[in-house]
C-alpha cells in the first residue's frame, strides 16, 4: 500500500488483552490518482507493525457500512 495515511482514533479491542482498532485516513492508497479510502484496522497485539486484519472504504461507501454496522449491533 502506498499513500499517505493520517491517523483518526485508536481503541482498545474488547475481548482481548492489548489489541486494537485504528481508525486511518489513506490519500491514494494503490497509487497515484486513486481515490482516498478509510482504513480499519484490527490488531490483536499492542506493538505490531500491520494490523492483522485491514478493510479500505471508499467515501461513496462510508454511510451504507455505517447504517449496516448499526444493524448489526441491534441484531447482536
Known sequence: MSGTVTKIDEMGLSGTKDGKITITTV???YGPKSESVASI???LQAGAEEPDWKVHIPKANIDAVIAALQEAKKAL
Request: glycine letters at 16%.
Open 41 to 43: 484496522g484490527i490488531s
Open 27 to 29: 490519500a491514494e492508497p
